[in-house]
């Protein structure tokens, strides 16, 4: 009762106060656009609260973003190709979802001889040398100069590769949305991964992503990786504290710093779909056989891209045409 009054509280607050001396804050014009400084994110677990506010502000500002599925959806082969359907679950928060892009996680566990419940954000880790961008063999996953790794909704198949080569299955599949249904509706991905863009379209404004902007205590700070890292050193060094994604998966844009292990908050999380663990991960992408995918799926993913584009292109034409043919009648 504690938490959700506090959660209830804190949420009141910022709508009585509009948000003042939060939203006002965006980026310096150095970091601005899509194709700038390589940037990161910094979470302080001790800051969070667990208000939920990042929660409701991805929500909000994501919205037009999330699928809007056709149903009845078509039969899939082989049969074994299973549904999987959100649309009607778009409020669950407990885990990643294709319309909830970040949610709390939280854990239970001992700081400084006290019994503590530590709560943090989850989303995608933004990885520095992305495998689902690497692997994916339709080029529908790519990682920004920036920093951020994007999935493009009009290009993904949903076939979930990239769910299947993320260290920690990440990104999540809507059916009934995407150009599965324009080409081989029973055949293709059955649908479109979702996952945190990092709010892409609002730093190439100079806004700071809405998770951030949002928050009451300042739990995350956003800036080139560089400096992220030597804060968080900072960080762990004054309170004896523990260091999550510098070097994981060979290095991600989204950095934590705990006061405990992160092998002690890892044991003391609930883990499963679309609730990512804390364990050590090494780098994928220096396998040979990663790197040799990578490289042999590239130059295919880029025709395969290129492909996509020319049909959607042709295919707003000719809707074009055919409404000019109708006018004209």
Request: hydrophobic share 35%; charged share 20%.
């Amino acid at each position: 009762m504690q938490k959700i009054s506090r959660r209830s509280f804190l949420k009141a607050g910022l709508a009585a106060a509009g948000t003042v001396g939060i939203s006002g804050l965006a980026l310096p014009s150095s970091l601005r656009g899509a194709d700038q400084t390589p940037l990161a994110t910094l979470i302080d677990i001790r800051k969070c609260v667990g208000c939920e506010a990042c929660v409701d502000a991805c929500k909000e500002a994501n919205a037009d973003k999330f699928p809007q599925p056709q149903k009845p959806f078509p039969k899939m082969y082989p049969s074994r190709v299973k549904v999987s359907d959100w649309s009607d679950k778009k409020e669950v928060r407990n885990r990643l979802t294709p319309y909830t892009w970040v949610f709390i996680q939280s854990a239970e566990v001992v700081v400084d001889g006290e019994k503590q419940t530590l709560t943090f954000p989850r989303r995608c880790m933004h990885c520095q040398n992305p495998p689902c961008a690497d692997l994916c063999p339709w080029g529908a996953a790519r990682k920004l100069e920036n920093g951020i790794t994007l999935i493009h909704a009009d290009i993904c198949l949903g076939g979930q590769k990239c769910k299947a080569v993320c260290p920690w299955s990440i990104p999540e599949q809507q059916t009934g949305v995407g150009l599965y249904l324009d080409i081989l509706p029973s055949l293709a991905g059955n649908g479109v991964m979702f996952k945190c863009d990092r709010c892409y379209n609002r730093l190439e404004k100079g806004s700071l992503p809405a998770c951030i902007e949002n928050c009451p205590e300042n739990v995350q700070t956003i800036g080139p990786r560089e400096e992220i890292v030597r804060q968080a050193h900072a960080i762990a060094k004054e309170i004896g504290g523990y260091i999550y994604g510098e070097t994981e998966n060979g290095g991600t844009n989204t950095l934590y710093v705990s006061p405990v292990p992160f092998e002690t908050l890892n044991k003391a999380v609930e883990k499963g779909p679309g609730q990512p663990h804390f364990n050590k991960v090494g780098d994928s992408m220096a396998h040979a056989d990663n790197l040799a995918k990578a490289m042999i799926i590239a130059p295919f993913a880029g025709l395969a891209a290129g492909a996509v584009r020319c049909y959607k292109a042709a295919k707003t034409i000719a809707a074009s045409a055919d409404k000019g043919a109708q006018e004209e009648k």
